[in-house]
Protein backbone atom coordinates (compact mmCIF):
# COMPACT_ATOMS: atom_id res chain seq x y z
CA UNK A 1 0.00 0.00 0.00
CA UNK A 2 2.86 2.43 0.58
CA UNK A 3 4.18 1.65 -2.85
CA UNK A 4 0.63 2.53 -3.76
CA UNK A 5 0.36 5.70 -1.68
CA UNK A 6 3.47 6.69 -3.69
CA UNK A 7 2.58 6.44 -6.66
CA UNK A 8 -0.70 8.72 -6.02
CA UNK A 9 1.63 11.05 -4.62
CA UNK A 10 3.46 11.29 -7.95
CA UNK A 11 0.52 11.37 -10.01
CA UNK A 12 -1.23 13.66 -8.57
CA UNK A 13 1.95 16.09 -8.58
CA UNK A 14 2.32 16.24 -12.46
CA UNK A 15 -0.68 17.96 -14.41
CA UNK A 16 0.65 16.43 -17.65
CA UNK A 17 -1.90 13.91 -19.09
CA UNK A 18 0.55 11.54 -20.68
CA UNK A 19 3.22 11.55 -17.72
CA UNK A 20 0.23 10.35 -15.38
CA UNK A 21 -0.84 6.99 -17.75
CA UNK A 22 2.59 6.45 -18.16
CA UNK A 23 3.01 6.36 -14.10
CA UNK A 24 -0.07 4.58 -13.91
CA UNK A 25 0.57 1.66 -16.08
CA UNK A 26 4.04 0.99 -15.48
CA UNK A 27 3.01 0.75 -12.19
CA UNK A 28 -0.04 -1.76 -13.12
CA UNK A 29 1.90 -4.25 -15.53
CA UNK A 30 3.54 -5.65 -13.06
CA UNK A 31 0.85 -6.70 -10.96
CA UNK A 32 -1.25 -9.90 -10.42
CA UNK A 33 -4.66 -10.60 -9.19
CA UNK A 34 -5.69 -10.09 -6.39
CA UNK A 35 -3.24 -6.82 -5.83
CA UNK A 36 -4.17 -5.81 -8.98
CA UNK A 37 -8.16 -5.79 -8.35
CA UNK A 38 -7.28 -3.80 -5.32
CA UNK A 39 -4.96 -1.48 -7.11
CA UNK A 40 -7.18 -0.14 -9.46
CA UNK A 41 -10.07 -0.07 -7.30
CA UNK A 42 -8.41 2.22 -5.27
CA UNK A 43 -7.15 4.16 -8.45
CA UNK A 44 -11.04 4.62 -8.95
CA UNK A 45 -11.02 6.35 -5.76
CA UNK A 46 -13.33 3.72 -3.96
CA UNK A 47 -12.91 0.97 -1.46
CA UNK A 48 -15.11 -0.99 -3.24
CA UNK A 49 -16.03 -1.89 -7.05
CA UNK A 50 -18.71 1.30 -8.22
CA UNK A 51 -21.55 -1.12 -8.66
CA UNK A 52 -21.00 -2.68 -5.42
CA UNK A 53 -23.42 -1.92 -2.93
CA UNK A 54 -21.60 -1.39 0.09
CA UNK A 55 -21.06 1.61 2.14
CA UNK A 56 -18.77 2.54 4.46
CA UNK A 57 -20.67 4.38 7.05
CA UNK A 58 -17.43 5.73 8.57
CA UNK A 59 -17.86 9.30 9.74
CA UNK A 60 -16.26 12.13 10.67
CA UNK A 61 -16.75 11.90 14.33
CA UNK A 62 -15.09 8.45 14.02
CA UNK A 63 -11.71 9.63 12.13
CA UNK A 64 -11.10 12.38 14.20
CA UNK A 65 -11.69 10.24 17.83
CA UNK A 66 -9.24 7.60 16.20
CA UNK A 67 -6.36 9.73 14.41
CA UNK A 68 -6.34 12.22 17.77
CA UNK A 69 -5.89 9.10 19.88
CA UNK A 70 -3.37 7.40 17.96
CA UNK A 71 -1.40 10.78 18.17
CA UNK A 72 -2.37 11.72 21.58
CA UNK A 73 -3.47 14.86 20.11
CA UNK A 74 -6.22 17.08 21.31
CA UNK A 75 -9.90 16.12 20.00
CA UNK A 76 -9.43 19.18 17.96
CA UNK A 77 -6.34 18.97 15.99
CA UNK A 78 -7.64 16.53 12.98
CA UNK A 79 -10.49 20.17 12.42
CA UNK A 80 -8.05 22.37 12.69
CA UNK A 81 -5.23 20.96 10.41
CA UNK A 82 -8.73 20.27 7.72
CA UNK A 83 -8.90 23.88 7.70
CA UNK A 84 -5.84 24.37 6.48
CA UNK A 85 -5.97 22.04 3.42
CA UNK A 86 -9.71 21.25 3.20
CA UNK A 87 -8.10 17.59 2.39
CA UNK A 88 -9.31 14.94 4.84
CA UNK A 89 -6.35 12.84 3.97
CA UNK A 90 -4.03 15.53 4.49
CA UNK A 91 -5.19 16.66 7.41
CA UNK A 92 -4.74 13.18 8.86
CA UNK A 93 -1.13 12.83 8.10
CA UNK A 94 -0.46 16.00 9.58
CA UNK A 95 -2.19 15.24 12.80
CA UNK A 96 -0.47 11.47 12.62
CA UNK A 97 3.18 13.23 12.09
CA UNK A 98 2.81 13.92 15.95
CA UNK A 99 2.96 10.38 16.54
CA UNK A 100 6.48 9.34 18.44
CA UNK A 101 7.72 7.29 15.78
CA UNK A 102 6.50 5.97 12.41
CA UNK A 103 5.41 1.91 12.13
CA UNK A 104 8.47 -0.12 11.24
CA UNK A 105 8.22 -0.89 7.40
CA UNK A 106 7.99 -4.57 7.74
CA UNK A 107 4.41 -3.83 9.24
CA UNK A 108 3.16 -1.37 6.24
CA UNK A 109 -0.01 -2.98 5.10
CA UNK A 110 -0.24 -4.78 1.78
CA UNK A 111 -2.87 -3.74 -0.94
CA UNK A 112 -5.00 -6.93 -0.26
CA UNK A 113 -4.77 -6.76 3.46
CA UNK A 114 -6.12 -2.96 3.22
CA UNK A 115 -8.73 -4.04 0.83
CA UNK A 116 -9.73 -6.99 3.46
CA UNK A 117 -9.93 -4.48 6.28
CA UNK A 118 -12.35 -2.12 4.22
CA UNK A 119 -14.86 -5.39 3.47
CA UNK A 120 -14.09 -6.08 7.64
CA UNK A 121 -14.73 -2.64 8.47
CA UNK A 122 -17.97 -2.39 6.43
CA UNK A 123 -19.52 -5.58 8.08
CA UNK A 124 -19.24 -4.59 11.31
CA UNK A 125 -21.84 -2.52 12.79
CA UNK A 126 -21.46 0.68 15.48
CA UNK A 127 -18.97 3.42 15.15
CA UNK A 128 -16.93 2.15 17.55
CA UNK A 129 -16.12 -1.52 16.11
CA UNK A 130 -15.70 0.10 12.76
CA UNK A 131 -13.37 2.80 14.66
CA UNK A 132 -11.69 -0.17 16.21
CA UNK A 133 -10.38 -1.42 12.82
CA UNK A 134 -10.11 1.71 11.60
CA UNK A 135 -7.25 2.51 14.52
CA UNK A 136 -5.55 -0.93 13.74
CA UNK A 137 -4.77 -0.28 10.20
CA UNK A 138 -3.20 2.96 10.77
CA UNK A 139 -1.06 2.22 13.37
CA UNK A 140 0.53 -0.09 10.71
CA UNK A 141 0.52 2.61 8.51
CA UNK A 142 3.18 5.34 7.73
CA UNK A 143 1.94 9.22 7.29
CA UNK A 144 1.75 8.95 3.38
CA UNK A 145 0.00 5.88 3.54
CA UNK A 146 -2.52 6.80 6.37
CA UNK A 147 -3.41 9.61 3.96
CA UNK A 148 -4.18 7.69 0.91
CA UNK A 149 -6.44 4.98 3.17
CA UNK A 150 -8.34 7.61 4.72
CA UNK A 151 -8.75 9.24 1.22
CA UNK A 152 -10.03 5.76 -0.38
CA UNK A 153 -12.23 5.43 2.70
CA UNK A 154 -13.89 8.62 2.49
CA UNK A 155 -14.13 8.50 -1.61
CA UNK A 156 -12.07 11.65 -2.13
CA UNK A 157 -8.88 10.35 -3.30
CA UNK A 158 -8.49 14.01 -6.05
CA UNK A 159 -5.59 13.23 -7.67
CA UNK A 160 -6.33 14.44 -11.19
CA UNK A 161 -7.58 11.47 -12.17
CA UNK A 162 -10.37 11.46 -14.71
CA UNK A 163 -11.84 8.15 -15.41
CA UNK A 164 -11.26 7.99 -19.02
CA UNK A 165 -7.04 8.71 -18.15
CA UNK A 166 -7.51 5.47 -15.48
CA UNK A 167 -8.98 3.65 -19.06
CA UNK A 168 -5.72 4.66 -21.00
CA UNK A 169 -3.59 3.44 -18.12
CA UNK A 170 -5.19 -0.24 -18.01
CA UNK A 171 -5.20 -0.07 -21.89
CA UNK A 172 -1.55 0.80 -22.02
CA UNK A 173 -0.22 -1.15 -18.67
CA UNK A 174 -1.84 -4.75 -20.72
CA UNK A 175 -1.42 -3.39 -24.06
CA UNK A 176 -5.40 -3.74 -25.39
CA UNK A 177 -7.48 -1.36 -27.34
CA UNK A 178 -8.54 1.58 -25.06
CA UNK A 179 -12.29 1.54 -26.49
CA UNK A 180 -12.52 -2.26 -25.32
CA UNK A 181 -11.27 -1.13 -21.63
CA UNK A 182 -13.97 1.42 -21.69
CA UNK A 183 -16.85 -0.91 -23.16
CA UNK A 184 -15.76 -3.25 -20.04
CA UNK A 185 -15.96 -0.79 -17.56
CA UNK A 186 -19.29 0.28 -18.49
CA UNK A 187 -20.35 -3.42 -18.28
CA UNK A 188 -19.30 -4.41 -14.64
CA UNK A 189 -18.72 -1.03 -13.55
CA UNK A 190 -15.92 -2.26 -11.80
CA UNK A 191 -12.42 -1.25 -12.47
CA UNK A 192 -10.44 -3.46 -10.46
CA UNK A 193 -12.33 -6.67 -12.47
CA UNK A 194 -11.73 -4.72 -15.29
CA UNK A 195 -8.46 -3.83 -15.19
CA UNK A 196 -7.98 -8.08 -14.28
CA UNK A 197 -9.84 -9.15 -17.19
CA UNK A 198 -7.17 -6.67 -19.36
CA UNK A 199 -4.31 -8.43 -17.87
CA UNK A 200 -5.74 -11.43 -18.90
CA UNK A 201 -7.12 -10.59 -22.43
CA UNK A 202 -10.56 -11.44 -21.39
CA UNK A 203 -11.98 -8.18 -22.26
CA UNK A 204 -14.61 -9.29 -24.62
CA UNK A 205 -15.74 -11.86 -21.81
CA UNK A 206 -17.43 -8.71 -20.18
CA UNK A 207 -21.00 -8.69 -20.26
CA UNK A 208 -23.81 -6.44 -18.98
CA UNK A 209 -25.52 -8.42 -15.76
CA UNK A 210 -28.91 -8.01 -14.12
CA UNK A 211 -28.75 -6.96 -10.50
CA UNK A 212 -25.73 -5.18 -11.37
CA UNK A 213 -26.22 -1.24 -12.27
CA UNK A 214 -24.73 0.27 -15.20
CA UNK A 215 -23.48 4.01 -15.22
CA UNK A 216 -26.86 6.34 -16.75
CA UNK A 217 -26.41 8.15 -19.82
CA UNK A 218 -26.20 11.89 -19.00
CA UNK A 219 -27.27 15.47 -21.20
CA UNK A 220 -24.74 18.12 -22.18
CA UNK A 221 -26.48 21.37 -21.97
CA UNK A 222 -27.62 23.10 -24.84
CA UNK A 223 -29.63 26.61 -25.39
CA UNK A 224 -29.60 27.18 -28.75
CA UNK A 225 -32.33 25.06 -30.73
CA UNK A 226 -30.54 25.72 -34.01
CA UNK A 227 -27.38 24.51 -32.54
CA UNK A 228 -29.18 21.46 -31.50
CA UNK A 229 -30.85 21.00 -34.65
CA UNK A 230 -27.67 20.88 -36.67
CA UNK A 231 -25.40 19.08 -34.12
CA UNK A 232 -28.29 16.21 -33.82
CA UNK A 233 -30.23 16.74 -36.69
CA UNK A 234 -31.81 16.81 -39.29
CA UNK A 235 -34.86 14.84 -37.02
CA UNK A 236 -34.15 15.29 -33.37
CA UNK A 237 -36.51 13.54 -30.56
CA UNK A 238 -37.93 15.77 -27.89
CA UNK A 239 -38.94 14.72 -24.69
CA UNK A 240 -40.53 16.26 -21.35
CA UNK A 241 -37.54 16.69 -18.99
CA UNK A 242 -39.31 14.91 -16.15
CA UNK A 243 -38.27 16.12 -12.54
CA UNK A 244 -38.60 12.87 -10.62
CA UNK A 245 -36.24 10.21 -9.69
CA UNK A 246 -34.08 8.99 -12.47
CA UNK A 247 -34.19 5.30 -11.82
CA UNK A 248 -32.69 1.97 -13.81
CA UNK A 249 -35.10 -0.91 -13.79
CA UNK A 250 -33.33 -4.28 -13.64
CA UNK A 251 -36.08 -7.68 -13.69
CA UNK A 252 -34.86 -11.49 -13.63
CA UNK A 253 -37.67 -13.14 -13.01
CA UNK A 254 -39.31 -12.34 -9.40
CA UNK A 255 -36.26 -10.58 -8.89
CA UNK A 256 -36.48 -6.57 -9.49
CA UNK A 257 -34.32 -4.27 -8.39
CA UNK A 258 -34.32 -0.06 -8.90
CA UNK A 259 -31.17 1.29 -8.90
CA UNK A 260 -30.85 5.38 -8.61
CA UNK A 261 -28.46 7.68 -10.73
CA UNK A 262 -25.38 7.27 -7.88
CA UNK A 263 -26.05 3.07 -8.46
CA UNK A 264 -27.70 2.95 -5.16
CA UNK A 265 -30.28 0.27 -4.82
CA UNK A 266 -33.71 2.03 -4.02
CA UNK A 267 -36.03 -0.98 -4.57
CA UNK A 268 -37.12 -0.41 -1.07
CA UNK A 269 -38.75 2.96 -1.51
CA UNK A 270 -41.33 1.79 -4.21
CA UNK A 271 -42.12 -1.35 -3.60
CA UNK A 272 -45.41 -0.80 -5.94
CA UNK A 273 -42.88 -0.71 -9.03
CA UNK A 274 -41.13 -3.34 -7.87
CA UNK A 275 -44.50 -5.55 -7.64
CA UNK A 276 -45.81 -4.48 -10.86
CA UNK A 277 -42.48 -5.11 -12.38
CA UNK A 278 -42.20 -8.64 -11.13
CA UNK A 279 -45.51 -9.63 -12.90
CA UNK A 280 -44.12 -8.32 -16.71
CA UNK A 281 -42.89 -11.45 -18.94
CA UNK A 282 -39.17 -10.79 -19.90
CA UNK A 283 -36.12 -9.96 -18.20
CA UNK A 284 -34.30 -6.75 -18.81
CA UNK A 285 -33.05 -3.31 -17.78
CA UNK A 286 -34.79 -0.16 -18.39
CA UNK A 287 -33.95 3.57 -17.43
CA UNK A 288 -36.40 5.82 -16.68
CA UNK A 289 -38.02 8.40 -14.28
CA UNK A 290 -40.23 7.76 -11.27
CA UNK A 291 -42.81 10.15 -10.86
CA UNK A 292 -45.82 10.91 -8.83
CA UNK A 293 -49.12 10.72 -10.76
CA UNK A 294 -52.95 10.56 -10.61
CA UNK A 295 -55.82 11.02 -12.41
CA UNK A 296 -53.85 10.98 -15.23
CA UNK A 297 -51.63 13.71 -14.28
CA UNK A 298 -48.25 13.77 -13.28
CA UNK A 299 -47.65 15.70 -9.51
CA UNK A 300 -45.55 18.05 -9.18
CA UNK A 301 -42.05 17.16 -7.68
CA UNK A 302 -43.17 18.36 -4.20
CA UNK A 303 -45.22 15.63 -3.73
CA UNK A 304 -42.84 13.11 -4.81
CA UNK A 305 -40.49 14.18 -2.49
CA UNK A 306 -42.30 13.65 0.97
CA UNK A 307 -41.59 9.72 -0.23
CA UNK A 308 -37.74 10.27 -1.13
CA UNK A 309 -35.63 8.06 1.16
CA UNK A 310 -38.74 6.59 2.94
CA UNK A 311 -37.72 2.66 2.66
CA UNK A 312 -41.36 0.66 3.04
CA UNK A 313 -43.90 3.38 2.41
CA UNK A 314 -47.36 1.89 3.96
CA UNK A 315 -50.06 1.53 2.34
CA UNK A 316 -51.50 5.20 3.61
CA UNK A 317 -48.86 6.70 2.03
CA UNK A 318 -48.43 4.50 -1.22
CA UNK A 319 -52.40 6.05 -1.58
CA UNK A 320 -51.85 9.57 -1.06
CA UNK A 321 -48.53 9.90 -3.38
CA UNK A 322 -48.99 6.89 -5.83
CA UNK A 323 -45.89 6.51 -8.19
CA UNK A 324 -45.55 5.58 -11.94
CA UNK A 325 -41.96 4.27 -13.58
CA UNK A 326 -42.27 6.71 -16.83
CA UNK A 327 -39.45 4.60 -19.25
CA UNK A 328 -37.50 5.95 -21.74
CA UNK A 329 -35.09 3.85 -22.99
CA UNK A 330 -34.49 -0.08 -22.56
CA UNK A 331 -31.11 -1.14 -22.29
CA UNK A 332 -31.65 -4.98 -22.45
CA UNK A 333 -33.73 -7.34 -23.01
CA UNK A 334 -34.55 -10.81 -23.33
CA UNK A 335 -37.36 -12.97 -24.85
CA UNK A 336 -40.79 -12.81 -23.66
CA UNK A 337 -41.08 -15.58 -21.08
CA UNK A 338 -44.83 -16.56 -20.75
CA UNK A 339 -47.86 -14.33 -20.57
CA UNK A 340 -47.75 -13.29 -17.14
CA UNK A 341 -50.65 -14.09 -14.64
CA UNK A 342 -49.80 -11.59 -12.52
CA UNK A 343 -52.83 -8.53 -11.95
CA UNK A 344 -50.21 -5.94 -12.93
CA UNK A 345 -50.07 -7.13 -16.31
CA UNK A 346 -53.73 -8.34 -17.29
CA UNK A 347 -54.49 -4.74 -19.18
CA UNK A 348 -55.88 -5.07 -22.65
CA UNK A 349 -52.37 -3.86 -24.42
CA UNK A 350 -49.93 -6.11 -22.30
CA UNK A 351 -51.92 -9.60 -23.01
CA UNK A 352 -52.20 -8.21 -26.63
CA UNK A 353 -48.60 -7.67 -26.72
CA UNK A 354 -48.13 -11.24 -24.79
CA UNK A 355 -49.64 -12.87 -26.94
CA UNK A 356 -47.01 -14.26 -29.68
CA UNK A 357 -44.04 -14.26 -27.77
CA UNK A 358 -40.74 -15.99 -28.14
CA UNK A 359 -39.37 -18.76 -25.97
CA UNK A 360 -38.50 -19.14 -22.87
CA UNK A 361 -34.62 -17.60 -22.25
CA UNK A 362 -32.85 -16.53 -19.39
CA UNK A 363 -30.01 -14.87 -21.99
CA UNK A 364 -30.65 -10.98 -22.11
CA UNK A 365 -29.69 -8.98 -24.98
CA UNK A 366 -27.86 -5.96 -24.58
CA UNK A 367 -28.65 -3.08 -26.91
CA UNK A 368 -26.18 -0.15 -25.53
CA UNK A 369 -25.03 0.01 -29.44
CA UNK A 370 -28.22 -0.17 -31.01
CA UNK A 371 -29.59 3.14 -31.83
CA UNK A 372 -32.37 4.65 -30.15
CA UNK A 373 -34.21 4.18 -32.88
CA UNK A 374 -34.54 0.66 -32.72
CA UNK A 375 -34.19 0.42 -28.93
CA UNK A 376 -37.34 2.95 -28.41
CA UNK A 377 -39.27 0.77 -31.36
CA UNK A 378 -38.48 -2.57 -29.00
CA UNK A 379 -39.35 -0.59 -25.75
CA UNK A 380 -42.81 0.17 -27.20
CA UNK A 381 -43.12 -3.36 -28.59
CA UNK A 382 -42.72 -4.16 -24.77
CA UNK A 383 -46.34 -2.75 -24.34
CA UNK A 384 -45.92 -1.85 -20.15
CA UNK A 385 -48.84 -2.70 -18.23
CA UNK A 386 -49.40 1.18 -18.42
CA UNK A 387 -50.66 3.73 -15.81
CA UNK A 388 -54.30 4.59 -17.36
CA UNK A 389 -55.35 1.06 -17.50
CA UNK A 390 -53.98 0.34 -13.82
CA UNK A 391 -50.43 -0.39 -14.49
CA UNK A 392 -47.47 1.64 -13.38
CA UNK A 393 -45.85 2.25 -16.17
CA UNK A 394 -45.72 4.92 -18.86
CA UNK A 395 -43.47 5.72 -21.73
CA UNK A 396 -41.79 9.34 -22.42
CA UNK A 397 -43.84 11.56 -24.71
CA UNK A 398 -42.02 12.36 -27.75
CA UNK A 399 -41.80 14.29 -30.42
CA UNK A 400 -39.62 14.87 -33.79
CA UNK A 401 -38.69 18.26 -34.71
CA UNK A 402 -37.15 18.92 -37.59
CA UNK A 403 -36.14 22.41 -37.37
CA UNK A 404 -35.40 25.10 -35.19
CA UNK A 405 -38.81 26.82 -35.51
CA UNK A 406 -40.20 23.94 -34.47
CA UNK A 407 -38.02 23.18 -31.41
CA UNK A 408 -38.30 26.33 -29.81
CA UNK A 409 -41.85 26.30 -30.54
CA UNK A 410 -41.79 22.87 -28.51
CA UNK A 411 -39.33 24.15 -25.89
CA UNK A 412 -41.98 27.55 -25.22
CA UNK A 413 -45.00 25.00 -25.04
CA UNK A 414 -42.64 23.18 -22.08
CA UNK A 415 -41.85 26.43 -20.36
CA UNK A 416 -45.88 27.47 -20.68
CA UNK A 417 -46.46 24.01 -18.79
CA UNK A 418 -44.07 25.11 -16.45
CA UNK A 419 -41.10 22.92 -17.10
CA UNK A 420 -37.73 23.04 -16.28
CA UNK A 421 -36.71 22.66 -20.50
CA UNK A 422 -36.62 19.73 -22.80
CA UNK A 423 -34.51 16.61 -23.72
CA UNK A 424 -33.14 16.51 -27.09
CA UNK A 425 -31.64 13.14 -28.30
CA UNK A 426 -30.30 12.05 -31.52
CA UNK A 427 -32.54 9.25 -32.66
CA UNK A 428 -29.11 7.28 -34.03
CA UNK A 429 -27.15 7.19 -31.03
CA UNK A 430 -26.20 4.89 -28.97
CA UNK A 431 -26.36 4.44 -25.14
CA UNK A 432 -23.08 5.68 -23.74
CA UNK A 433 -23.37 5.02 -19.97
CA UNK A 434 -21.55 7.38 -17.96
CA UNK A 435 -21.05 9.98 -20.21
CA UNK A 436 -22.39 13.42 -20.43
CA UNK A 437 -22.00 13.07 -24.67
CA UNK A 438 -23.76 14.80 -27.13
CA UNK A 439 -26.58 12.11 -28.20
CA UNK A 440 -28.43 13.64 -25.87
CA UNK A 441 -28.53 17.43 -24.74
CA UNK A 442 -30.90 19.12 -21.86
CA UNK A 443 -32.25 22.22 -23.15
CA UNK A 444 -33.50 24.00 -20.37
CA UNK A 445 -32.87 27.97 -19.01
CA UNK A 446 -33.32 28.81 -15.51
CA UNK A 447 -37.02 29.24 -14.64
CA UNK A 448 -36.07 32.89 -12.85
CA UNK A 449 -33.65 34.21 -10.78
CA UNK A 450 -33.23 36.57 -7.78
CA UNK A 451 -30.80 38.91 -6.65
CA UNK A 452 -29.01 38.63 -3.16
CA UNK A 453 -26.46 40.43 -0.99
CA UNK A 454 -23.38 37.89 -0.17
CA UNK A 455 -23.59 37.83 3.60
CA UNK A 456 -20.86 35.03 4.34
CA UNK A 457 -17.96 33.30 2.90
CA UNK A 458 -15.61 30.28 3.38
CA UNK A 459 -13.04 28.24 1.54
CA UNK A 460 -13.76 25.81 -0.81
CA UNK A 461 -12.76 22.48 -1.05
CA UNK A 462 -10.56 20.40 -3.46
CA UNK A 463 -8.86 22.44 -6.13
CA UNK A 464 -10.69 25.75 -4.87
CA UNK A 465 -9.35 25.01 -0.81
CA UNK A 466 -7.05 28.26 -0.64
CA UNK A 467 -9.87 30.60 -2.10
CA UNK A 468 -13.49 31.83 -0.32
CA UNK A 469 -15.68 30.01 -3.29
CA UNK A 470 -18.81 29.39 -0.88
CA UNK A 471 -21.18 31.76 -0.57
CA UNK A 472 -24.07 32.60 1.91
CA UNK A 473 -26.44 34.84 0.68
CA UNK A 474 -29.36 36.73 1.56
CA UNK A 475 -32.71 38.70 0.77
CA UNK A 476 -34.23 41.27 2.50
CA UNK A 477 -36.80 40.93 5.22
CA UNK A 478 -38.92 44.74 5.08
CA UNK A 479 -41.28 43.42 8.03
CA UNK A 480 -38.05 43.33 9.80
CA UNK A 481 -35.76 45.67 7.91
CA UNK A 482 -32.97 43.34 8.04
CA UNK A 483 -31.13 41.09 5.52
CA UNK A 484 -32.01 36.89 5.80
CA UNK A 485 -30.10 34.55 4.60
CA UNK A 486 -31.68 32.20 1.91
CA UNK A 487 -29.25 29.92 0.69
CA UNK A 488 -25.77 28.72 -0.24
CA UNK A 489 -23.87 28.46 -3.48
CA UNK A 490 -20.56 27.10 -4.69
CA UNK A 491 -20.78 27.39 -8.46
CA UNK A 492 -21.66 30.05 -11.20
CA UNK A 493 -18.13 32.09 -11.40
CA UNK A 494 -14.96 31.45 -13.21
CA UNK A 495 -11.52 30.65 -11.45
CA UNK A 496 -10.04 34.24 -12.17
CA UNK A 497 -13.91 36.26 -10.84
CA UNK A 498 -13.58 33.80 -7.40
CA UNK A 499 -9.65 34.84 -7.01
CA UNK A 500 -10.35 38.45 -7.20
CA UNK A 501 -13.60 38.29 -4.59
CA UNK A 502 -11.47 36.14 -2.87
CA UNK A 503 -9.11 39.34 -2.11
CA UNK A 504 -12.20 41.47 -1.70
CA UNK A 505 -13.71 39.48 0.48
CA UNK A 506 -10.68 38.84 2.65
CA UNK A 507 -10.55 43.02 3.19
CA UNK A 508 -14.03 43.16 4.00
CA UNK A 509 -14.46 40.51 6.60
CA UNK A 510 -16.60 41.70 9.58
CA UNK A 511 -15.53 38.31 11.34
CA UNK A 512 -13.83 34.98 11.23
CA UNK A 513 -15.31 31.54 12.71
CA UNK A 514 -13.34 29.16 11.78
CA UNK A 515 -13.73 27.98 7.91
CA UNK A 516 -16.41 30.58 7.81
CA UNK A 517 -15.84 34.33 7.13
CA UNK A 518 -18.97 37.05 8.04
CA UNK A 519 -18.45 39.85 5.31
CA UNK A 520 -19.43 43.92 4.85
CA UNK A 521 -23.01 42.84 2.97
CA UNK A 522 -22.13 45.01 -0.43
CA UNK A 523 -21.80 42.22 -3.08
CA UNK A 524 -24.75 41.51 -5.11
CA UNK A 525 -25.03 38.35 -6.78
CA UNK A 526 -28.09 37.18 -8.98
CA UNK A 527 -29.06 33.66 -8.12
CA UNK A 528 -30.62 30.68 -10.88
CA UNK A 529 -31.96 27.97 -8.86
CA UNK A 530 -34.58 25.07 -9.97
CA UNK A 531 -37.19 25.04 -7.28
CA UNK A 532 -37.90 27.14 -4.24
CA UNK A 533 -39.19 24.97 -0.56
CA UNK A 534 -39.85 25.76 2.58
CA UNK A 535 -37.22 25.49 5.01
CA UNK A 536 -36.44 26.28 8.54
CA UNK A 537 -32.55 25.78 7.66
CA UNK A 538 -32.09 29.19 6.64
CA UNK A 539 -33.29 33.17 8.26
CA UNK A 540 -35.93 33.33 5.57
CA UNK A 541 -38.10 30.47 6.01
CA UNK A 542 -37.03 28.87 2.05
CA UNK A 543 -34.66 27.29 0.52
CA UNK A 544 -34.02 27.07 -3.38
CA UNK A 545 -32.79 23.60 -4.83
CA UNK A 546 -29.42 23.76 -7.17
CA UNK A 547 -28.64 27.60 -6.59
CA UNK A 548 -25.75 28.81 -9.07
CA UNK A 549 -24.59 31.86 -9.34
CA UNK A 550 -25.38 33.96 -12.55
CA UNK A 551 -23.34 36.87 -12.23
CA UNK A 552 -22.01 39.26 -9.89
CA UNK A 553 -24.18 42.30 -10.00
CA UNK A 554 -21.69 45.26 -9.60
CA UNK A 555 -24.16 47.43 -11.80
CA UNK A 556 -27.00 46.92 -8.21
CA UNK A 557 -26.56 47.86 -4.40
CA UNK A 558 -27.58 45.91 -1.54
CA UNK A 559 -30.21 48.07 -1.16
CA UNK A 560 -31.84 46.42 -4.75
CA UNK A 561 -31.39 42.84 -3.21
CA UNK A 562 -34.84 41.15 -3.44
CA UNK A 563 -37.18 40.58 -0.99
CA UNK A 564 -39.08 37.86 1.43
CA UNK A 565 -42.17 39.06 -0.30
CA UNK A 566 -40.96 38.79 -3.43
CA UNK A 567 -39.78 35.06 -2.90
CA UNK A 568 -43.13 34.12 -1.17
CA UNK A 569 -44.68 35.37 -4.83
CA UNK A 570 -42.34 32.50 -6.68
CA UNK A 571 -42.72 30.00 -4.12
CA UNK A 572 -46.62 30.62 -4.65
CA UNK A 573 -46.39 30.37 -8.42
CA UNK A 574 -44.19 27.30 -8.43
CA UNK A 575 -46.45 25.11 -5.97
CA UNK A 576 -48.52 25.12 -9.11
CA UNK A 577 -46.01 22.68 -10.27
CA UNK A 578 -45.12 21.89 -13.98
CA UNK A 579 -47.49 20.16 -16.03
CA UNK A 580 -45.82 16.90 -17.59
CA UNK A 581 -46.66 14.80 -20.20
CA UNK A 582 -46.20 11.28 -20.56
CA UNK A 583 -47.57 8.51 -22.70
CA UNK A 584 -49.17 6.62 -20.70
CA UNK A 585 -51.58 3.82 -22.62
CA UNK A 586 -51.11 2.34 -26.19
CA UNK A 587 -53.49 4.44 -27.71
CA UNK A 588 -51.73 7.58 -27.09
CA UNK A 589 -48.66 6.61 -28.17
CA UNK A 590 -47.03 9.23 -30.66
CA UNK A 591 -44.06 8.10 -31.55
CA UNK A 592 -41.89 9.81 -33.96
CA UNK A 593 -40.83 6.54 -34.95
CA UNK A 594 -43.76 7.28 -37.43
CA UNK A 595 -42.98 10.63 -38.16
CA UNK A 596 -43.58 13.79 -36.20
CA UNK A 597 -46.65 14.13 -34.12
P1 LIG B 1 -29.70 17.33 -15.08
O1 LIG B 1 -30.08 16.68 -13.78
O2 LIG B 1 -30.15 18.74 -15.20
O3 LIG B 1 -28.25 17.08 -15.43
O4 LIG B 1 -30.51 16.58 -16.22
C1 LIG B 1 -30.34 15.23 -16.47
C2 LIG B 1 -31.45 14.46 -15.83
O5 LIG B 1 -32.66 14.69 -16.48
C3 LIG B 1 -31.30 12.98 -15.94
O6 LIG B 1 -30.46 12.42 -15.00
C4 LIG B 1 -32.73 12.47 -15.74
O7 LIG B 1 -32.97 12.21 -14.37
C5 LIG B 1 -33.55 13.62 -16.13
N1 LIG B 1 -34.47 13.35 -17.22
C6 LIG B 1 -35.71 13.86 -17.17
N2 LIG B 1 -36.39 13.53 -18.25
C7 LIG B 1 -35.59 12.78 -19.04
C8 LIG B 1 -35.76 12.17 -20.31
N3 LIG B 1 -36.90 12.26 -20.99
N4 LIG B 1 -34.69 11.48 -20.82
C9 LIG B 1 -33.53 11.40 -20.14
N5 LIG B 1 -33.31 11.96 -18.93
C10 LIG B 1 -34.33 12.65 -18.38
Redesign the pocket.
Known sequence: MRGWSELADRVAATTRTSEKTSLLARYLAPLEEPELRAAATFLAGRPFAETDQRAMGLGWATIAAVVSNLASAPAGALGEAYDRSSDLGQAVAEVLWLRPEEPDAFRWPSLTEVAATFSEMEAVSGAAAKGAILADLLRRCDCLTAKYVVKILTGELRIGLREGLLEAAIAAAFDRPQPDVSMALMLTGDTGETAVLARTDRLREARLRLMHPIK????S?AEDAADIVSRLGPTVWV????????AQLHRKGDVVRLYS?DLHDISEQFPEIVKAARGLDWDGIL???ILAYAHGHVLPFLKLQARLGRKDPGAEIQSEIPVIY?A??LLAVGPRTAASTSAASTSAAAANCAAGNGTANSAVEPLLSVPLVERRQRLEALCLPCADDGGRFAL?HQLAADSAEMLDRVFDEARARRN??L?V?DPQSGYLPGR?GMG?L?M?RALTTIDCVVTGVEVGHGKRHGVLSDYTFAVRDESIGRLVAIGKAYTGLTDAEIAEMTRWFEAHTVRQLGRFRQVEPLVVVEIAF?VIQRSSRHQSGFALR?PRIVRIRSDKSPDEVDTVATVERLYRDLQLGAEYLVTAGARQSRSPASGPA
Open positions: FMLAPEDKYDGIRRDGEVFDSEGMKRWKKDF
